[in-house]
């Protein structure tokens, strides 16, 4: 069975980068069994009913400005599949999940980038997905959970977002010299030792409990937290976390991979 995984798509330099963070993600797709196809819920495709791609083929969206020309010139040409697509709406409409289907829409930089990076090819087929910060955790969750059998036919499902991602407290010095905020790995320790427990309740309620989480998840940008939730909850039947990356840029931006099982 393939596991889902947690995937942090730091900033769209990444792309282009090559450091201690894309080598990694660049190995992890050469050594995860070959996926039939990918579920990816995106932080950067919000929206206020669960959104479902049914893209036959995607264009790719440079949702981002004032970066080097050579972003714009990155294309991740991936399809989509219409049988998983119609699979995951019968899932949704089993289990009372409220959804759209959208044919329109490409893929985002909280895609492109990571798929970019484990399947640099584009030969896998992607179904997108959006994400939802007006839910609870519990709700998010509870959406990854009905996804859950699929990981059993060879789909792998991936949620693209960040631990800490507060581009307002981000310290520019700090990628030159590689240090870590340390409330930023404060909020990152607390968050590990309650993913390897999997302590839903107190991860429900981080908001409160967990250090930092003021900045570490700003409450005005909740929407790369929470695709943890949706990976978490497809790996519902297993309940097994482990941290397969941990690096930081700009003292607090977390590259973390959290693989669930």
């Given at each position: 069975m393939l596991p889902s995984l947690f995937i942090a798509h730091g900033a769209p330099l990444l792309a282009i980068e090559n450091n201690e963070y894309t080598q990694f993600?660049?190995?992890l797709g050469r050594t995860l069994p070959r996926p039939?196809?990918?579920v990816l819920f995106s932080a950067h495709w919000e929206s206020n009913m669960q959104q479902v791609s049914s893209a036959p083929e995607y264009r790719t969206i440079y949702d981002f400005g004032g970066f080097p020309e050579a972003l714009y010139?990155?294309?991740y040409p991936a399809k989509g599949n219409h049988d998983i697509t119609k699979e995951i709406t019968e899932l949704f409409t089993s289990q009372g999940v409220s959804y759209e289907v959208?044919?329109?829409r490409g893929l985002d930089h909280g895609a492109w980038v990571v798929l970019r990076m484990l399947y640099p090819n584009a030969d896998i087929p992607?179904?997108?997905?959006s994400v939802n910060p007006d839910l609870s955790p519990a709700e998010q969750y509870q959406i990854g959970k009905s996804l859950a059998g699929l990981r059993e036919k060879d789909v792998l499902i991936i949620a693209s977002g960040g631990t800490?991602?507060?581009l307002r407290a981000l310290n520019w010095d700090k990628d030159r010299t590689g240090g870590i905020d340390d409330w930023a790995l404060a909020f990152d320790e607390w968050l590990a030792r309650h993913l390897k427990n999997w302590d839903v309740d107190s991860l429900f309620n981080y908001q409160t409990l967990a250090p930092n989480a003021n900045i570490a998840v700003p409450p005005y940008g909740t929407e790369h937290f929470i695709p943890i939730f949706y990976a978490m909850g497809a790996a519902d039947n297993g309940e097994k976390a482990e941290l397969l990356h941990r690096s930081y840029r700009y003292g607090s931006l977390s590259h973390s991979v959290w693989q669930f099982n």
């Open positions: 993600l660049n190995q039939k196809a990918i010139k990155i294309e959208d044919a329109t992607v179904i997108s997905m800490v991602h507060n």
